[in-house]
């Protein structure tokens, strides 16, 4: 009983010690970022037999070396939904179905996505029926994005 007391004074003592406040410590380092808004209404063909797939790529100086190895860089795609304008966060996948003339439904998966390197970025759009050949009138309409680089 007599430990049981001590340890519960012990402590109550130490929770019950202030001392006077230190000093301040060093200013902190603060996030920096880069916002690059980028309109792709041209899109280029892969043509790959075994990859194939539309992509826009941009110079983005802002994404150096260092934000490359030591940042952070995060992609979206602006979208409008219900007359509202919003970000989806890249990658970007939806399932579509669309009707021919003939009233034929197609479905398919659409994936939106994007890869970098230093002072790049490409933004790719992958159909999952792979039907499409080099022909613009199957080329995805304009899209519009947003790269994020955090530092």
């Not at 539309?54 to 100086?61: G, H, L, Q, R």
């Not at 409008?80 to 197609?106: C, F, M, R, W």
Request: with cysteine; aromatic share 16%.
């Amino acid at each position: 009983m007599k430990k049981i007391l001590i340890l519960i004074l012990g402590v109550i003592m130490l929770g019950a010690c202030r001392g006077p406040m230190g000093p301040q410590g060093p200013q902190g380092e603060g996030m920096n970022w880069k916002i690059a808004d980028l309109s792709v209404t041209q899109w280029d063909y892969s043509n790959f037999a075994d990859n194939n797939y539309f992509y826009a790529k941009f110079d983005v100086p802002a994404l150096t070396s260092y934000v490359f190895t030591d940042g952070n860089v995060n992609g979206y795609i602006f979208m409008k939904e219900n007359g509202e304008l919003i970000q989806h966060s890249l990658p970007y996948v939806i399932h579509i179905e669309e009707v021919d003339n003939q009233g034929t439904a197609y479905f398919y998966t659409r994936t939106v996505d994007f890869v970098y390197g230093v002072g790049w970025v490409q933004i790719e759009v992958r159909d999952s029926d792979f039907e499409y050949e080099v022909n613009a009138s199957l080329s995805p309409d304009k899209m519009d994005f947003r790269i994020v680089m955090t530092y």
